[in-house]
């Protein structure tokens, strides 16, 4: 169970670029549960042969080839420092802004269908003449 998205300072606070980065982690924990696949590939077989046991994996192409299988965020930023930097140095905070401006501004509300509406408020009713009935 995940609660809290957006929350600050115990909940004292929400921050619409927090919940941004926590529906981020929530996607990556998300697609992480789906499983990871298991192959020669995957566990970069061929890569550990070449490279050696105990030396650098990081900079082979296979490393960033399979990054994502596991989760892959939208917010956090997994290019090379050189890259993020030519990129313009924007970290999870700044990425997490510049997507609730975009939301903000280009969202649209589908609607609800009118006979969801119809039922939801037909429970409203039922839910409110049961209260009231209690309260007498």
Same mark, same amino acid.
């Given at each position: 169970?995940?609660?809290? $998205?957006?929350?600050? &300072?115990? $909940?004292? !606070? ?24 298991? !192959?020669?590939? !995957?566990? =970069? #077989? ?7 046991? $105990?030396? @650098? ?5 296979? *490393?960033?080839?399979? /990054? ?10 997994? *290019?090379?420092?050189? &890259? %993020? ?8 905070? @700044? ?5 609730? #401006?975009? /939301?903000?501004?280009?969202?649209? #509300? !589908?609607?609800?269908?009118? +006979? #969801?509406? =119809?039922? %939801? &408020?037909?429970?409203?009713?039922? =839910? +409110? ?8």
């Amino acid at each position: 169970m995940i609660y809290g $998205g957006g929350m600050l &300072e115990l $909940g004292q !606070t929400f921050s619409l670029e927090q919940q941004v980065i926590d529906n981020d982690i929530i996607m990556m924990e998300r697609k992480f549960m789906e499983g990871v696949p298991v !192959t020669d590939e !995957t566990l =970069a #077989v061929d890569a550990i042969k070449f490279i050696g046991i $105990g030396n @650098d994996f990081i900079a082979h192409p296979s *490393t960033m080839e399979q /990054i994502d299988l596991a989760s892959d965020p939208e917010i956090f930023d997994r *290019t090379m420092l050189g &890259e %993020w930097r030519a990129n313009g140095k924007k970290d999870a905070v @700044d990425r997490a802004h510049e997507k609730v #401006v975009d /939301i903000l501004a280009n969202h649209i #509300v !589908t609607p609800v269908p009118d +006979d #969801v509406m =119809a039922a %939801w &408020e037909k429970i409203v009713k039922e =839910a +409110d003449e049961v209260f009231l009935k209690n309260k007498e």
